[in-house]
């Protein structure tokens, strides 16, 4: 396995953050989009201070499984709503223009095809989103990039893994809206699903577990 192949794969929390207040409003919930903003905010607080308690007590690897399906189901769970209110709005000869809202505040985009008994899902999917990117790919990357690269490569490793996640960050970020305006919204979120789902694979199958092994014992496992 390669000394990179644990950097944080999943940058599309940066979208999630950036543009939460614009993702509510287009929702179209009855819910106040700031409101909901704030809420994630919060939530995104208490969920990196336990991470940290559980990083040593539960193991790194379970902990990005976990992180990855949970963000997974929340992707999912926002696109199924996007996806309904699509088609009501189809059935109601509404027409939505996805390219144009983000440069708007979202209000005309609250109509008749907001999902009724459906308008907690935004907002409980991007919860659980939050709430999972912080227990597991939030804090463990970096944390596997002091116990997997060896001492004479350290500083190299780690400098090239931050620029490189932090580049992938503004490639999503920057592209957000496009993919918005191509795939709809339930698209991209379920484009996104896929690549948690992909890194679930791939943490499960690769990654290894380093709980309790000092940097000796872990460096041996490479020899």
Known sequence: MSRFDVLPANVGINAV???NVKIFASAGTTIDPNLSSIIVGIVLLISITISAFLIDKAGRRILLIISDSGMAIGLLGIGIYFYIK????IALGERIDYCNS?????AELQSESTPEGYTWMPLASLMLFVLSFNFGYGPVPWLYLGELLPSHVKGFGAGIATAFSWLMAFLVTKS??????????YGCYWMFAI?????????????PETKGMTLDQIQA???
């Open 17 to 19: 953050v950036f543009y």
């Open 86 to 89: 699509e088609q009501n709005a």
């Open 102 to 106: 983000f440069n708007e505040t979202g």
């Open 176 to 185: 957000y809206e496009d993919f918005v305006c191509n795939l709809a919204p």
């Open 195 to 207: 690549i948690s789902i992909l890194g679930t694979v791939f943490c499960f199958l690769f990654v």
């Open 221 to 223: 496992g490479f020899k």
